[in-house]
């Protein structure tokens, strides 16, 4: 039998065993460095695929819409409203057309309020000139007689109507 540096053939066959496991462990592990790295490359950058055939829904933009008055809404021959921290309740009013109505109302809120009916953002309708400022707590009144249409009504103090204190006011 043969002897290679000395050692029996079942230390070479061991040492062999060990040296393939260790050079397949180092294998493996650059190969999963290698094919992680990358498929983790692809997975970022691979666009999302549909079947053929699916629909794909795209919602359309958000748009703004007035709020108007909806048919049936009360009407009296006095309205009232309450302004409050930033909004009117109800943000839509109907009032009867050409007969005199009085709009009530009241600041619930913390901060100085008012409401006004001018030609802002009214175009084509007569300026009202309703303009009633309100001290927290404070109640006002106005006497509106107004042709048929839907008028904007909003709060003037600065940056309100910005923030959404606005709405309609539809005579009929």
């Known amino acids: 039998m043969a002897r290679a540096s000395g050692r029996s053939g079942s230390a070479?066959?061991?040492m062999a065993a060990?040296?393939?496991?260790?050079?397949l462990g180092v294998a493996a592990i650059a190969a999963a460095a290698a094919f992680g790295v990358a498929g983790m490359q692809r997975a970022v950058a691979a666009p999302v695929m549909q079947p053929v055939g699916t629909p794909v829904i795209v919602a359309p933009p958000a748009v703004e819409t007035p709020v108007i008055a909806p048919p049936g809404l009360p009407t009296a021959?006095?309205?009232?409203?309450?302004?409050?921290?930033?909004?009117?309740d109800p943000g839509a009013l109907a009032i009867p057309?050409?007969?005199?109505?009085?709009?009530?109302?009241?600041n619930a809120g913390a901060a100085m309020h008012n409401f006004s009916i001018t030609d802002h953002n009214n175009p084509g309708l007569p300026d009202l000139g309703v303009f009633i400022d309100l001290d927290p707590g404070q109640t006002g009144d106005a006497i509106v007689n107004a042709l048929p249409g839907t008028y904007y009504f909003f709060c003037d103090e600065p940056g309100h109507e910005a923030a959404g204190m606005f709405g309609y006011?539809?005579?009929?």
Request: cysteine-free.
């Open 169 to 172: 006011l539809t005579v009929q």
């Open 97 to 106: 057309a050409n007969r005199n109505v009085r709009l009530e109302v009241t």
């Open 12 to 14: 070479l066959s061991r």
């Open 77 to 88: 021959d006095i309205v009232s409203l309450t302004t409050r921290d930033i909004f009117f």
């Open 18 to 23: 060990r040296a393939m496991v260790a050079g």
